[in-house]
C-alpha cells in the first residue's frame, strides 16, 4: 500500500520554501493510556508514522517538523534515525501553543503545512489540493473541512456565507451555541499558513476558552480581523481527515486501513476468505493467487510470494515467505524466512532466524530458531531446533533435541547433507554429524560423528527370558 511519492503539484512555484508541521505532542487523555497518542498504532504502525509517510510524500523529510511533548524520548526512540525533525512543547497548551514553540524551525519558511499526528488517513493528494488552494487564493490561512453526518466534539467552520470560501471563524464543540452545533462542515485540523503572518498574529491567540489552552482554530478570527485572507478548502472525502481520540476510534480507524488493505491485496490476486477477521498490516506484501484462510495475522514487514496457502489461526511476523508454500493450521512465525514450496505445521513454531529451504517440511510441535534447515530436509515431529546448520536431505527423527545450550553459552549443531538422526536423538552441541552419517534412536550424541558412520549413544537392552511370566506365576505353599 505504497503511497505515491512526489503529490505536489507542478504549479506549486519551486522557489516557494514550503515546511510541514505535525502537532504529536498531546498526551491523549481521552485514551487513559500510557502511551502517548501518536504511537497508539492502527493498521500496525503509530499514528504518527502515517502521517510522516503522507507528509514526506509532499515535502522532503527535512522540511518535516514533528512537535513532540508528552513522553518525547519514547517518540524520538520510536522513529529514530530518520530525515525529519522534532520540535520540543515541553508544556502542551493547545494547538496554538504548538505553532509558537516551533516558530524558530519554521520562520525560515514561507508557507507551513500544519497537519494532527492522530489522523493517520490524509492523503498526498489532499494535502498537496490544500496547499495548491492556498496558493491560489493568496491566503494568510486555508483550513480543510469536511461534511461529516456526525460532526459531534469537532470544530465548526463558520463561513462568511455559504458560496464564499471565506471563514469568520472556527468554533469549538465546547463554545459552540445550539444553531452552531447544527452545523455539519466540521474543521478538519489541518491547514496551511502563511508563515509570516502566522508569525506575526499568533501571539494575539489567548486562552479565554473552556480548555485554558492556545486553539490554533482562533488563528481564523484573529486573521481575519487583521484583515488577512482565510479560507476554507473542502474535502470530497471525509473519511480522510477522521482522528483518533478515543479507543473506539483507533478501532474504527484500524479496522477501516486493513479493510483497505485487505481490498488492495484482493485487487493484486491475493484470495482472502473473510477479511474481517485476518489482521493483516499496512506494510505487507502478498503476492497473487495465494489464499488467506480466516483468523490469519499477517503482520509488520512480512512478504509472501505467489500459490501460498496460508491456513487458519496463523501468525506471521516480519517473514519472508517463497512462492508456493503451505503454512497449516496454528503456526507461528517470527522473522523467518521458507523456501519455495516448503511446508510447515500444524502448529510450527518458528522463531527469529529460522531459514527453511526449499521444499522442506517442518510439522507438528516443531520449534526452530536460528537455523538453516536445507532443501528437502524434514523435521516433522516433537522436536527443537536451535543454533543448528542443517545440510540438504536430513531426516530428522521425532522427538529430537539440539541441547545448544550449557547454562552459560549457546553453541551450534552442525548436521551435513543426507544425516539420518533417529528419533528421540538429543545432539549436546558443540557437535557435529558428518555426511551421510546415521543416529540410532534415542541416542545422546556429544562427539562428532564421521561421515557415512552409525553413532548409537545409549544403553544396550537387556532382556531376562520368563521374567514376568515367572513375577506372575502364583507362590507355592511353604
Ligand atoms: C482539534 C481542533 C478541532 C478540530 C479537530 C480535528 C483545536 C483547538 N481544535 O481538536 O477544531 O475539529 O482537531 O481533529 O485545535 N497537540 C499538540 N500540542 C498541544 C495540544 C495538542 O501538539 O498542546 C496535538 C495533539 O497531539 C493532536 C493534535 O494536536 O495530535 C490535535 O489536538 P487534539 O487535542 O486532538 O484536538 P481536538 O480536540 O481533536
Ligand atoms: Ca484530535
Not at 3 to 11: H, P, T, Y
Not at 404 to 416: F, L, R, W
Amino acid at each position: 500500500m505504497k503511497k505515491s511519492r512526489n503529490a505536489q503539484s507542478s504549479k506549486t512555484p519551486p522557489d516557494l520554501r514550503v515546511a510541514v508541521a505535525i502537532m504529536a505532542a498531546g498526551k491523549g487523555t481521552r485514551l487513559k493510556s500510557q502511551l502517548p497518542k501518536v504511537l497508539h498504532e492502527v493498521g500496525g504502525k503509530p499514528l504518527l508514522a502515517h502521517v510522516i509517510a503522507a507528509a514526506t510524500s509532499v515535502v522532503p523529510a527535512a522540511d518535516v517538523y514533528a512537535i513532540i511533548g508528552h513522553e518525547a524520548d519514547r517518540i524520538r526512540s520510536t522513529f529514530a534515525p530518520t530525515g525529519f525533525n522534532f520540535v520540543l512543547q515541553p508544556e502542551q497548551r493547545g494547538t496554538g501553543h504548538a505553532l509558537m514553540v516551533a516558530r524558530d524551525a519554521l520562520s525560515a519558511y514561507d508557507h507551513v503545512i500544519v497537519l494532527s499526528g492522530d489522523a493517520p488517513q490524509i492523503t498526498p493528494q489532499t494535502i498537496a489540493r490544500l496547499l495548491n488552494f492556498h496558493l491560489d487564493q493568496q491566503a494568510a490561512m486555508t483550513l480543510l473541512s469536511a461534511e461529516l453526518d456526525h460532526p459531534t466534539g469537532y470544530g465548526r467552520v463558520l463561513r462568511k456565507n455559504p458560496q464564499s470560501a471565506e471563514v469568520r471563524a472556527i468554533v469549538e464543540e465546547k463554545s459552540a451555541t445550539p444553531a452552531q452545533k447544527k452545523i455539519r462542515e466540521i474543521n478538519a485540523g489541518f491547514y496551511v499558513f502563511a508563515v509570516p503572518q502566522l508569525f506575526s498574529h499568533i501571539e494575539k491567540l489567548s486562552t479565554a476558552n473552556p480548555h485554558g489552552e492556545y486553539y490554533l482554530t482562533d488563528m481564523a478570527e484573529v486573521l481575519r480581523k487583521a484583515k488577512q485572507r482565510v479560507v476554507v478548502c473542502k474535502t470530497e472525502n471525509p473519511g480522510e481527515v477522521l482522528g483518533a481520540n478515543t479507543r473506539a476510534e483507533l478501532s474504527f480507524l484500524d479496522h477501516q486501513i486493513r479493510m483497505r488493505t485487505c481490498q488492495h491485496l484482493m485487487d493484486e490476486g491475493v484470495t482472502i476468505f473473510y477479511p474481517a477477521t485476518c489482521v493483516i498490516d499496512d506494510d505487507v506484501e502478498i503476492a497473487a493467487d495465494t489464499i488467506i484462510e480466516p483468523f490469519v495475522q499477517i503482520l509488520g514487514k512480512s512478504r509472501i510470494g505467489a500459490d501460498c496457502r496460508i491456513r487458519s489461526y496463523s501468525v506471521i511476523r516480519d517473514s519472508e515467505i517463497a512462492e508456493g508454500v503451505t503454512i497449516r493450521p496454528g503456526c507461528i512465525l517470527e522473522e523467518a524466512r521458507i523456501g519455495s514450496k516448503a511446508v510447515l505445521g500444524p502448529y510450527s513454531h518458528l522463531r527469529p532466524g529460522s531459514d527453511i529451504g526449499e521444499g522442506a517440511h517442518v510439522g507438528n510441535f516443531v520449534e526452530t530458531k536460528k537455523i538453516r534447515l536445507g532443501k528437502g530436509s524434514k523435521a516433522n515431529h516433537l522436536t527443537y531446533l536451535g543454533d543448528a546448520e542443517i545440510g540438504a536431505g536430513v531426516n530428522i527423527g521425532a522427538g529430537t533435541i539440539t541441547c545448544n545450550y550449557d547454562g552459560v553459552n549457546k553453541h551450534t549443531t552442525i548436521i551435513e547433507d543426507g544425516v539420518f538422526i533417529g528419533s528421540d536423538s538429543t545432539l549436546v552441541a558443540p557437535v557435529r554429524v558428518g555426511k551421510g552419517a546415521y543416529v540410532g534412536a534415542a541416542s545422546c550424541i556429544t562427539e562428532d560423528v564421521p561421515g557415512d558412520a552409525l553413532a548409537v549413544g545409549r544403553s544396550r537392552q537387556i532382556v531376562k527370558e520368563g521374567w514376568a511370566a515367572e513375577k506372575r506365576a502364583p507362590r507355592k505353599p511353604k
